[in-house]
């Protein structure tokens, strides 16, 4: 590489005033919200100070980087690249100090986070006990949870009388504002119950949906950067020209001027997307791994994929109240972009945590279908495919309960082990033989096509 970082780009004339705080700093923050304040009309008065989730992997690499980094929006017709400015410092997780000390600042206004459907996960009574006898001992105690970070923050900014301030998820989590609320809420009332009444004058809860496929940086994307740009970036982001960002919130003290779509109510957006986007990545991941394919591309091309991923959108769109031609053209859109040769969307990327994402994703039209009498198809097929997935295991299961549900799945018989899978996702639907028989033929009809490949 001719240099470690990205300052032979001479950018970054003036550090960015930092008004935000972002946790997570992934590929998807960076390809997203960074972005859309990197290219808004007054980006240069808005900066982030991010902090990475748990590893500090990310913080390492942008900081001598400045924050930097490069987006190579991969299109058919060819890369475009873009450095990105809007991250005007960057943490790693373990600096506690530094999180409470924007949390002080009252021209911090906003807090976006990106921490995946298990970020939001938290037991204050339980597994989070010991942090929250840390923050009740000392407010400024350093907890790892995503939740407990944010509580610790509120307290700061409580007593630094720094104001009210907006908390904005961004992760693909149905109801992601009020489930961000109550997380936070929850955890607060064990820590200090006097914060819930501050929390309730002070800080905005909003709800998101976003949308922007994003697969994981690769050596190759790290030379090819080098060899298009002429510099050495050591975090650039893949991602694809499609990007969409609907927002539901209040802005009390400001925000940038994303090119969002705002509404008083995310929810069809969000149903739209979880479920004829998200929706049919499941599909193509489980029952493309089990058919061989590596890719999203690769499963979207064969057949036999395809036509599943229509049929499920299909049952899928009788419950999304958005108008029928603008289904369509999102449908439409969809599939472009599953096809696009630029981007290498991993289909064992997307298998990760199926046992939260499948209950977003696919279980609220399971259960639609089966109240209106319906026995759904392809949506009963997605749920085999990831039982079949499990038993099979194509590729290493990664999921907060991967031992558990390895087990289950490894149980003599199918019918038993689909059961006990399904009950995971929802009691009921496990109890419902009707649906139980769909999801067992299809979790066998897959695993006898795979086992008579290998042959």
């Known amino acids: 590489m001719n240099s470690p970082t990205l300052a032979p780009l001479a950018r970054r004339t003036a550090i960015r005033p930092i008004r935000m705080i972002h946790l997570g700093l992934g590929n998807f923050f ?25 590893s500090p992997r990310m913080s390492t690499l942008l900081r001598p980087q400045g924050g ?59 597994a989070h006990a010991h942090e929250v006898a840390a923050l009740r001992s000392d407010p400024r105690a350093a907890v790892a949870s995503a939740v407990g970070r944010l509580v610790a923050g509120l307290l700061a900014r409580r007593a630094a009388g720094a104001g009210g301030i907006v908390l904005l998820p961004c992760d693909n989590l149905p109801d992601n504002g009020p489930g961000l ?28 949906m976003v949308d922007r ?21 050591s975090a650039p982001v893949p991602t694809e020209p499609f990007t969409e960002w609907v927002i539901a919130c209040d802005f ?31 599909l193509l991941a489980y029952r493309g791994l089990l058919l061989g394919h590596v890719t999203v591309r690769d499963a979207i091309l064969d057949p036999d994929c395809r036509g599943w991923v229509e049929r499920w959108w299909d049952e899928a769109q009788r419950h999304i ?21 630029s981007i290498r969307h991993e289909l064992a990327q997307i298998s990760m945590d199926g046992s939260e994402k499948l209950l977003g994703r696919v279980l609220p039209v399971v259960l639609a279908e089966r109240e209106a009498g319906r026995v759904p198809e392809a949506a009963l097929m997605v749920l085999g495919a990831w039982v079949a997935f499990l038993r099979a295991r194509p590729v290493p299961v990664r999921d907060p309960r991967a031992d558990e549900l390895c087990e289950l799945a490894a149980l003599p018989d199918l019918g038993d082990a689909a059961r006990a899978l399904v009950a995971v996702l929802d009691a009921d639907l496990a109890s419902d033989d ?22």
């Open 68 to 126: 930097a980094y490069t987006l190579v929006t991969q299109a058919p017709g060819g890369d475009e690249l873009r450095v990105v400015e809007s991250l005007s410092a960057v943490h790693a997780a373990t600096e506690a100090a530094a999180w409470l000390g924007y949390f002080e600042d009252p021209q911090v206004a906003i807090v976006t986070l990106t921490i995946t459907e298990a970020g939001y996960r938290v037991d204050p009574a339980g």
């Open 321 to 341: 109240v958005l108008d029928a031609d603008s289904n369509a053209a999102y449908r439409g859109h969809l599939i472009e972009r599953y096809e696009n040769p």
């Open 434 to 455: 009707q649906a139980l028989d769909g999801i067992v033929a299809a979790a066998d009809a897959l695993l006898a096509a795979r086992e008579g490949a290998a042959r």
């Open 30 to 54: 960076r390809a997203h919200q960074a972005w859309y304040t990197d290219t808004a009309s007054d980006a240069a008065e808005w900066g982030y100070a991010a902090f990475d989730g748990r």
């Open 252 to 282: 009390p003290a400001g925000r940038p001027d994303w090119d969002a779509t705002f509404v008083d109510d995310v929810t069809p957006y969000e149903h739209r997307k979880h479920w004829l986007l998200n929706g049919s990545h499941s």
């Open 181 to 208: 609320r109550e997380a936070v809420t929850r955890y607060a009332d064990r820590v200090d119950p006097t914060l819930l009444a501050w929390i309730d004058a002070h800080v905005t809860f909003g709800s998101t």
């Open 213 to 233: 496929i994003t697969p994981a940086t690769t050596p190759a994307l790290v030379a090819e950067v080098e060899r298009q740009g002429g510099f050495a970036d």
